[in-house]
């Protein structure tokens, strides 16, 4: 069964350190994997997918298939970067069912 | 261009009853999803609509059920409420042939009580 897991449900940076926001999966398949931030009072929208290997806002995630990870990481927080971030997987193929982690809610300290 | 709208913002219902959530997608898009999010979980996928027809589903019971409309807006009905039925109900539309970019409404509080 498809499983996401965001061990972190709460983590705090000072502004200009480095922030790792981890995410690992379970899938017998190839996934499709991907990034949502969610900032304060706005709707949850798409920040990365694996598969366009872009960097958005600064952050990148790497598709660890051996470790079954997807860990979103950005050199240099900064205080807008402050959001709840979910980790989210979709089955190739199906292209339609997203299985989404619980969550981490980043803090960037000024 | 709103984005995805949902209708209404809050609703109050009791243990039994029937409730009819509404969502406008984005203009453009054809697919419509409903995710089921609780209180400190991620979204949980309910299904999905496209060409008005159910493509895809979660594992949520047949209490819950949708509907497409010929211009994309979709309804999720869910009947004999349960409080555990009691989240947050969200809406995403995708445009065609990306599904992966899903723009999501703002919700629907339901509490049951």
């Known amino acids: 069964a498809q499983r996401v897991t965001q061990p972190e449900k709460l983590l705090s940076v000072f502004k200009g350190a480095p922030v790792e926001l981890k995410c690992n999966y379970s899938?017998?398949?190839?996934?499709?994997l991907f990034w949502y931030v969610q900032y304060s009072r706005q709707r949850l929208q798409l920040l990365l997918r694996h598969i366009s290997r872009e960097s958005i806002k600064g952050f990148t995630a790497d598709l660890n298939k051996g470790e079954t990870s997807f860990h979103l990481k950005k050199p240099f927080a900064q205080e807008e970067d402050s959001a709840m971030y979910y980790c989210a997987l979709s089955p190739r193929g199906t292209g339609n069912q997203f299985y989404f982690g619980t969550g981490t809610s980043l803090t960037v300290i000024p | 261009d709103a984005g995805v709208t949902q209708s209404p913002t809050h609703l109050i219902k009791t243990r039994g009853q029937q409730v009819t959530l509404r969502c406008s997608p984005k203009?453009?898009?054809?697919?419509v999803s409903w995710y089921q999010q609780a209180l400190g979980q991620g979204p949980q996928f309910i299904f999905q609509y496209y060409e008005e027809e159910e493509r895809q589903r979660g594992n949520f019971p047949d209490r819950f059920s949708g509907h497409q409309f010929p211009n994309y807006s979709s309804e999720l009905n869910v009947n004999a409420l349960l409080l555990g039925d009691s989240a947050l109900y969200l809406c995403a539309s995708s445009p065609p042939g990306q599904y992966y970019e899903q723009y999501f409404g703002p919700g629907t509080r339901l509490t049951v009580t």
């Open positions: 899938y017998s398949g190839s996934p499709e």
């Open positions: 203009s453009g898009h054809d697919t």
